[in-house]
T-cell receptor, first 113, second 111 residues
Framework: DGGITQSPKYLFRKEGQNVTLSCEQN?????MYWYRQDPGQGLRLIYY???????QKGDIAEGYSVSREKKESFPLTVTSAQKNPTAFYLC????????????FGPGTRLTVT | DAKTTQPPSMDCAEGRAANLPCNHS???????VYWYRQIHSQGPQYIIH???NNETNEMASLIITEDRKSSTLILPHATLRDTAVYYC????????????FGKGITLSVRP
């Protein structure tokens, strides 16, 4: 089946630790995105990448880092510099042709204590 | 990207049509109206999009007013599984265009 996978679904970390969230897609999409969602709020864009080896900051990039070494993969690292890392993290991808609608993964719920 | 305004919530009876409104009075000529929905604790799902003509697919219909300042998403026969947050978004379709999600409208379908 084609789609986007994020793992794990739930992640727990201690404050001060960096943590990397996985996002893989087999849709052959060029563009990939990371969003953060807090309770009762909409999604906010963290980083996005239109092609391999290139990425841009979104609206709330501070405290996060990404890499795009392969077309299929776009991991997100939540660093210790992120002041409020506990949130629901969503990865998405889209084609650069056609309608550009984004397809989302199931999300990773990160809890930092 | 232009902003949108949606009421915070609405409900409808199972089997009836759900009409979800959205205002986008500052939409520009090259911006499309997109609708996504998010079922609790899942990733958002694309529903439909349109520019100025009404659109229909297997999930829903999208009615855009002639002046394009507002639109309505119609779920013709709502089911309990349609209970979700629905996001109305306007954006152009350029490769660097971003989706900007507001708080959306929470639709509750009652038995």
């Amino acid at each position: 089946d084609g789609g986007i996978t994020q793992s794990p679904k739930y992640l727990f970390r201690k404050e001060g630790q960096n943590v990397t969230l996985s996002c893989e897609q087999n849709l052959n999409h060029d563009a990939m995105y990371w969003y953060r969602q807090d309770p009762g709020q909409g999604l906010r864009l963290i980083y996005y990448s239109q092609i391999v080896n290139d990425f841009q900051k979104g609206d709330i990039a501070e405290g996060y880092s990404v890499s795009r070494e392969k077309k299929e993969s776009f991991p997100l690292t939540v660093t210790s510099a992120q002041k409020n890392p506990t949130a629901f993290y969503l990865c998405a991808s889209s084609s650069r042709q056609g309608r550009y609608e984004q397809y989302f993964g199931p999300g990773t719920r990160l809890t930092v204590t | 990207d232009a902003k949108t305004t949606q009421p915070p919530s609405m409900d409808c009876a199972e089997g009836r049509a759900a009409n979800l409104p959205c205002n986008h009075s500052t939409i520009s000529g090259n911006e499309y109206v997109y609708w996504y929905r998010q079922i609790h604790s899942q990733g958002p799902q694309y529903i439909i999009h349109g520019l100025k003509n009404n659109e229909t697919n297997e999930m829903a219909s999208l009615i855009i007013t002639e002046d394009r300042k507002s639109s309505t998403l119609i779920l013709p026969h709502a089911t309990l599984r349609d209970t979700a947050v629905y996001y109305c978004i306007v954006r152009n379709t350029g490769a660097n265009s971003k989706l900007t999600f507001g708080k959306g409208i929470t639709l509750s379908v009652r038995p």
